[in-house]
């Protein structure tokens, strides 16, 4: 189990694992040449969940369980503190099951982060072959371990059907996902794929207090877990992993559709600060990376501090250059869709921005 946490950290590093195109470059903003707006003035701070960030980015929810992942962990989280942004932390289920040391996750206890988002999967709140379900208790360890504000529980099914030691039963997990959410605040979140209206809806019901639309762009974990079916000699899950390697509904198309009255985050393919800006644009409360800030974690500590830093200078320049003074005007600001973006957005009778 251990194992397979570091060989998706391992993958993510040194494979191609992303689709063919990232739709966030399919969305465009209209250039302003004479702004109005001093760079100094554009004030990026915010606040997810009732915790006040330094500006609207998250660090998305990787890892933990194995060795290495306490020093990922530790960078992330001292980047986190350090620029005041969000912070999420891999499944916990394997130190839930007692298959794995807690240090990797309870590292974050060291470090003032702004916000922090525990982290179980959708799959396990059934139970699985041979394994038992995780319940309201898991879910106060979860976050307890974390010291947590909000457990987001992720759905990855586009995952579990390729990876090799697979969970695929889903029956009674919006049941069991809704009896969580009414003991503590509960985040729905996806991996890849991206949520449509009716889950989102159906999220809400079941009281989720946000949504991590987690949409196709970015890290395919059908791509992830082909290269591990690959090794393991398994030709089913390896033809499935490249025949679903594309699968999902694109990030910003599902961040129009996900827009259901709850906060959102927008993850999934965000590469920088611009693409932050065009998540804000199109209705997200924060942008969050995954695989980017895996990269600057796995040098220093330092490289995920400059990291952010670039992607809050980017974000800035977005403000400047669209003449915008805030996140307000920002988020009411004018985006034109191209390419297969836009083709999505027509089809499913989406406004273009
Ligand atoms: C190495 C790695 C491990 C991940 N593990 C988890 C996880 O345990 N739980 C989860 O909710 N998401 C997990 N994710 C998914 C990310 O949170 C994110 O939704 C996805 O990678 C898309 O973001 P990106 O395109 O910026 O990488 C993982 C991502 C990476 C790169």
Redesign the pocket.
Known sequence: MTERKRE??DI?LDREVRPRHNYWDDVQFLHNAIPEVDLDEVDLRTDLFGKPLAAPIVI????GGFKDAVQINANLAHGAAEVGVAM?V??QRQVLQGQAPEDSWTVLREYDIPLVIA?IGAPQLVPQAGKDALGVEDAKRALEMVQGDIL?I?MNYTQEIVQPEGDQRSRGVLKALGVIAAEVPVLG?E??AGISRDVALRLKEAGVQGIDI?GLG??SFSAVEYYRAKKEGMRQKERLGQTFWEWGIPSPISLLLANVGLPLIA????RNGLDVARALALGGQAG?????M?RAANESAEAVVRALEEVVAEIKAVHLLTGCGSLAELAETRTIFTGPTREWAASLGLREG
């Open positions: 998706h950290v993510v998305s929810s990787m890892t999420g891999g499944s982290n987001a992720h979140k991996t890849g987690g970015g890290t993850t999934g393919g965000l969050g990376m995954a695989s980017q895996l």
